[in-house]
């Protein structure tokens, strides 16, 4: 019989690591209404972490934050400029 405890810590592990997706579909449910098809949000959660990683070890914990989260809007709007401004292929430019 499967115990209870070991139930237990995969639900707790499965909210833990789900909250991440969660953050990122509400985003890009945002952008789905906005009419921007934005394919690449798991692309950019991965060159956020990767980018805390090296900037936290380099700069601290606050430094590293600051600049995660202007990398990821700059590359959001590099994603807006392609697709708006130059009116290229939402798809093409999401998964390039």
């Given at each position: 019989m499967v115990e209870l405890s070991w139930i237990e810590g995969v639900?707790?592990?499965?909210?833990?690591f789900g909250t991440v997706y969660l953050l990122a579909s509400l985003g890009e449910i945002y952008a789905?209404?906005?009419?921007?098809?934005?394919?690449g949000m798991e692309g950019m959660m991965i060159v956020g972490?990767?980018?805390a990683f090296v900037f936290t070890n380099a700069l601290g914990?606050?430094?590293?934050?600051?600049?995660?989260v202007l990398i990821g809007a700059l590359m959001g709007l590099l994603?807006?400029?392609?697709v708006v401004t130059l009116r290229l292929n939402q798809v093409v430019v999401g998964l390039a």
């Open positions: 639900l707790a592990l499965t909210v833990q789905e209404r906005s009419g921007i098809l934005n394919l972490a990767a980018i914990h606050l430094l590293s934050l600051v600049s995660v994603l807006a400029f392609l």
